[in-house]
């Protein structure tokens, strides 16, 4: 009895297991119930933010099969991305619901189908991802499968690639 109450008193007490990230002042960020979204830090909206002026009339919208086609486009040229080897890691820890989202209402507004662009400016949205040029041309390949994919002109997918190239200059970081 008396080796048995020794035994008990030299062994320790088994601790809990520490909490890495409360210790670190981690926050698991919950998603919006409604869009799916994760939040976001406060920044001032508009359609300014969006890169480029929009086309006047309505034949670019049009071209792109409206905002079904265009919506099908940005969602395609995400997912072509996020499976793409040679871009894929930058995609890897972001919101894609925000993406897709935020990709269309700027594809739409640009191309006058009447939305509004809700997302950060273009170096605010990528500033600290690292974007190379050979980056870009990636995405920029995928953007062009996304536009054959829903038949999109060649003239059309040209027109729209030359309002979006300005903005490079600002998603280009290094």
């Not at 040679?86 to 972001?94: E, G, L, Y």
């Not at 700027?106 to 974007?131: E, P």
Request: aromatic fraction near 6%; glycine fraction near 8%; hydrophobic fraction near 45%.
């Amino acid at each position: 009895m008396l080796i048995l109450a020794a035994a008990l008193l030299t062994q320790s007490v088994a601790e809990p297991p520490v909490d890495w990230d409360k210790e670190f002042g981690v926050e698991e960020k919950m998603r919006d119930p409604v869009t799916g979204e994760l939040p976001v830090d406060p920044y001032v909206q508009g359609d300014g933010n969006a890169g480029a002026k929009p086309f006047d009339g309505e034949a670019m919208a049009d071209a792109f099969g409206g905002q079904a086609g265009i919506r099908r486009i940005a969602n395609r040229t995400v997912e072509l991305s996020e499976a793409d080897p040679r871009i894929a890691a930058i995609f890897a820890s972001h919101d894609m619901v925000r993406l897709k989202r935020t990709l269309f209402e700027q594809f739409c507004y640009i191309l006058n189908a009447g939305c509004t662009y809700t997302g950060r400016d273009m170096t605010a949205s990528h500033k600290d991802l690292g974007v190379r040029t050979r980056d870009m041309n990636a995405l920029v390949e995928n953007l062009q499968r996304a536009m054959r994919e829903e038949n999109v002109s060649f003239a059309a997918q040209n027109r729209f690639l030359a309002k979006l190239a300005p903005m490079s200059g600002a998603v280009i970081t290094r």
